[in-house]
T-cell receptor, first 115, second 114 residues
Framework: AQSVTQLDSHVSVSEGTPVLLRCNYSSSYSPSLFWYVQHPNKGLQLLLKYTSAATLVKGINGFEAEFKKSETSFHLTKPSAHMSDAAEYFCVVRFRDTGRRALTFGSGTRLQVQP | DAEITQSPRHKITETGRQVTLACHQTWNHNNMFWYRQDLGHGLRLIHYSYGVQDTNKGEVSDGYSVSRSNTEDLPLTLESAASSQTSVYFC?????????????FGPGTRLTVL
């Protein structure tokens, strides 16, 4: 079955320390992969996307994600957290073995940044 | 700049009433989607459309309907609102020409059914 799993519902880091948000997916085919961010009471903003051109994807605000096919993972990282990074982050997958263009969302990871 | 808008941003209604949430995009995208967001569930797909006169059911379509009479709009109707439909609703769109199917989201509508 196709699924997206965000391994941590909450992550807390100190300002200036690295961020790691984990995501695994289950699919027989290479999907399109995305990370979206949602700040409190706001809509969803695209952080980055994997398009099969390169396994390391750079996004906005210093975030990166690495696609690892063997591990079916697409973890999100940032070298140094900033207070403004506090938000909800969603790993999102477009499964290519269906004819449907809709996205499947993980349940989200809430990132807290402590001063 | 192209954008996607939703209205109203906040709505309070009573059980049993019909409610329509508007979604309007100026991207000229063929594909449009409605999701609901609830704690612990991420976003779940309600309905989607690949073009004018095309509509399809998503995973949580019971109690909802959509119609697509033009490219720009995909209104979502709750036929008879229920308390279980209290949620935040997001509309999104994507281009048929984008092989990655990147979706762009509206700001959301917070609906409360009393």
């Amino acid at each position: 079955a196709q699924s997206v799993t965000q391994l941590d519902s909450h992550v807390s880091v100190s300002e200036g320390t690295p961020v790691l948000l984990r995501c695994n997916y289950s699919s027989s085919y290479s999907p399109s992969l995305f990370w979206y961010v949602q700040h409190p009471n706001k809509g969803l903003q695209l952080l980055l996307k994997y398009t099969s051109a390169a396994t390391l994807v750079k996004g906005i605000n210093g975030f990166e994600a690495e696609f690892k096919k063997s591990e079916t993972s697409f973890h999100l990282t940032k070298p140094s957290a900033h207070m403004s990074d506090a938000a909800e982050y969603f790993c999102v997958v477009r499964f290519r073995d269906t004819g449907r263009r809709a996205l499947t969302f993980g349940s989200g990871t809430r990132l807290q940044v402590q001063p | 700049d192209a954008e996607i808008t939703q209205s109203p941003r906040h709505k309070i209604t009573e059980t049993g009433r019909q409610v329509t949430l508007a979604c309007h995009q100026t991207w000229n995208h063929n594909n449009m989607f409605w999701y609901r967001q609830d704690l612990g569930h991420g976003l779940r797909l309600i309905h989607y459309s690949y073009g004018v006169q095309d509509t399809n059911k998503g995973e949580v379509s019971d109690g909802y309907s959509v119609s697509r009479s033009n490219t720009e709009d995909l209104p979502l109707t709750l036929e008879s609102a229920a308390s279980s439909q209290t949620s935040v609703y997001f509309c999104a769109s994507s281009s048929s020409g984008d092989s990655t199917d990147t979706q762009y989201f509206g700001p959301g509508t917070r609906l409360t059914v009393l």
